[in-house]
């Protein structure tokens, strides 16, 4: 599907990104299949976790600059119908109810990286690691890289990556909170299932408004944080998921989470 394969495996669906052997950059055709399959992701009910890795050595080499190269006074347009992508499917991939696993099976660069750290957990194999790589093509960030690195790793070491495109490798990303952990052994994938099996048993509706909690923790005051926490708590206990939390604990015995209602 224009550089990106979809396949649901029951209620978990894996998002490959497929150019490998354009290491997985970014095109239009691949930006407009990640937003048409996020929104189908954010919609669809019986999606209840999504794992988003790539095809081949690359996880992502951000934009394709090859493909920039070609565009001659056009880049700009090409640019902005890029990002308008892009961005719609980050969007989608940051605020939808169902939890985002990101399995980073090697390299990535530029907006890949957005791509990569937007999971709520983020797995890397050994052979991954991380260069920022805009100012060395004389460009700035996008794929909301600006905006995640630095609540990530911290403003001043966000500095350092962006201006001096230092690459990471993946045990000193996992060392500085870029990513969550490091898998070892060839068994990403394996890991990435074993966990998406565990996040689908859980309560998805109360995972996304953790989430939504969690994103907005940074950038909203104290106060009108607490607000939302109250509201989030109790619009969770109108849910069937939340009932049948409460109603588990009480009997001593394991919840059935099966929807969002």
């Known amino acids: ?16 990104l497929d150019r490998p052997d354009a290491a997985n950059a970014i095109d239009v055709p691949m930006a407009k299949a990640l937003m048409e399959t996020t929104i189908e992701c954010d919609e669809d009910p019986a999606i209840r976790c999504v794992i988003l890795t790539g095809n081949g050595r690359m996880f992502c080499a951000g934009g394709d600059v090859a493909g920039f190269a070609k565009m001659g006074d056009a880049l700009p347009a090409h640019i902005k119908q890029t990002t308008a992508y892009l961005h719609a499917a980050i969007t989608r991939l940051a605020r939808m109810d169902k939890p985002l696993i990101t399995a980073v099976n090697g390299p990535a660069a530029g907006a890949g990286i957005g791509l990569a750290v937007i999971g709520d957990i983020v797995l890397a194999g050994p052979e991954a690691h991380f260069t920022m790589a805009y100012t060395a093509l004389g460009m700035s960030p996008d794929g909301g890289t ?96 939340g009932r049948e939390g409460i109603a588990a604990f009480l009997s001593k015995r394991k919840p059935t989470f099966q929807g969002a209602s």
């Open 1 to 16: 599907m224009n550089g990106l394969l979809f396949e649901r495996v029951g209620p978990v669906a894996w998002l490959t």
């Open 146 to 241: 600006s905006w995640l690195v630095p609540r990530l790793v911290g403003l001043r070491r966000a500095q350092e990556l962006f201006f001096c495109n230092t690459r990471v490798l993946a045990t000193e990303a996992a060392k500085m909170g870029l990513v969550t952990r490091v898998v070892e052994g060839g068994s990403l994938r394996e890991e990435a299932t074993a966990l998406a099996e565990k996040l689908v048993t859980s309560a998805t509706s109360a995972l996304g408004a953790t989430r939504r909690l969690l994103f907005d923790s940074l950038v909203t005051p104290l106060e009108t944080h607490l607000d939302a926490e109250a509201r989030s708590i109790a619009s969770q206990s109108r849910r069937s998921e």
